[in-house]
């Protein structure tokens, strides 16, 4: 069983409320079903009915739950509880309405706000700071979370590095340049994300186009001193650094470049110095 499978038997064994606020993307809708007909989760569309009815035309849609924050019974508390979380930062009872009504993310993490539901999924049609934003206002970080920050989690059909072909990469989508104190706030959050994820020991490398002093550079240093300050603050993971991609994965280049490494040559978290690294 490959991992993506692994990961559907586990959300099947214990299904989740999820809000997809996106209904306005074709996609999303097709995504709805193919996960209703998987028995992954329950999923719960947010958007006026009639314009639900035109984007799904000609799909079998009668097995999806859809809120519509115009018509529904809920939405007036919903206003009033937004209203009550961020009228200190100046939002009036008819922003509130405004938002809910108009920016179903922000209706969907209200959703989740008032535990209505266990997760929310965007990011096909919206933007990530129109992803983030609601997210960040409304549901907030896990507490004693540092930084946020974002992490693809990557599958490769007979691979033999990382776990089995599967790594988190990170930072891949938020934090543009981030310094040493962010990034390793990066590795101990990606290594969480990828403890709980994929039930393995997470073996972090922090990367760069150095390993271990075969070049000097500033961008290399700020790679070390995160790689210090990890190791300090996180010596629950194993994290190590600097190292090349080849050096991080590749077990005989690991051997040959950083001998004295628990990681090298077997990373399966691996943490970009950059956004334009991690992106690319």
């Known amino acids: 069983?490959?991992?993506?499978?692994?990961?559907?038997?586990?959300?099947?064994?214990d299904k989740k409320v999820i809000i997809l606020p996106e209904s306005m993307d074709r996609r999303v809708i097709e995504a709805a079903i193919e996960i209703e007909k998987e028995k992954i989760a329950n999923i719960v569309l947010i958007g006026r009915k009639e314009d639900i009815l035109k984007t799904s035309e000609g799909l079998d849609i009668s097995?999806?739950?859809?809120?519509?924050?115009?018509?529904?019974?809920?939405?007036?508390?919903?206003?009033?509880?937004?209203?009550?979380?961020?009228?200190?930062?100046?939002?009036?009872?008819?922003?509130?309405?405004r938002l809910l009504k108009e920016d179903y993310m922000y209706y969907a993490c209200m959703l989740v706000k008032t535990g209505r539901a266990?997760?929310?999924?965007?990011?096909?049609?919206?933007?990530?700071?129109?992803?983030l934003r609601p997210?960040?206002?409304?549901?907030?970080?896990?507490?004693?979370?540092?930084?946020?920050?974002?992490?693809?989690l990557m599958t490769v059909p007979n691979c033999e590095y990382g776990e089995n072909g599967t790594f988190v990469f990170a930072d891949c989508g938020l934090e543009q340049n981030?310094?040493?104190?962010?990034?390793?706030?990066?590795?101990?959050?990606?290594?969480?994300?990828?403890?709980?994820?994929v039930e393995k020991e997470p073996r972090v490398a922090m990367l760069s186009h150095s390993s271990m002093g075969s070049a000097k550079h500033n961008d290399v240093d700020k790679v070390v001193e995160a790689t210090r300050i990890a190791k300090e603050l996180y010596p629950?993971?194993?994290?190590?650094?600097?190292?090349?991609?080849?050096?991080?994965?590749?077990?005989?280049?690991?051997?040959?470049?950083?001998?004295?490494?628990?990681?090298?040559?077997?990373?399966?978290?691996?943490?970009?110095?950059?956004?334009?690294?991690?992106n690319i």
């Open 135 to 152: 997210a960040l206002q409304i549901i907030k970080t896990k507490p004693g979370v540092k930084l946020v920050s974002s992490f693809f």
């Open 1 to 13: 069983m490959n991992f993506i499978d692994i990961i559907k038997e586990r959300a099947r064994s």
């Open 236 to 278: 629950e993971y194993l994290i190590d650094g600097e190292l090349q991609l080849d050096a991080a994965i590749v077990p005989e280049i690991g051997k040959s470049k950083a001998p004295n490494s628990k990681v090298a040559g077997s990373a399966n978290v691996l943490v970009f110095p950059d956004l334009d690294a991690g």
């Open 178 to 197: 981030p310094d040493s104190e962010k990034l390793a706030a990066i590795a101990a959050s990606s290594a969480e994300s990828f403890k709980l994820l």
């Open 63 to 97: 097995n999806i739950n859809f809120v519509d924050p115009y018509t529904a019974e809920i939405t007036q508390e919903l206003i009033e509880k937004l209203y009550e979380l961020r009228k200190e930062k100046g939002m009036t009872l008819e922003e509130a309405e």
């Open 118 to 131: 266990d997760g929310v999924v965007s990011g096909a049609c919206h933007s990530t700071s129109n992803t």
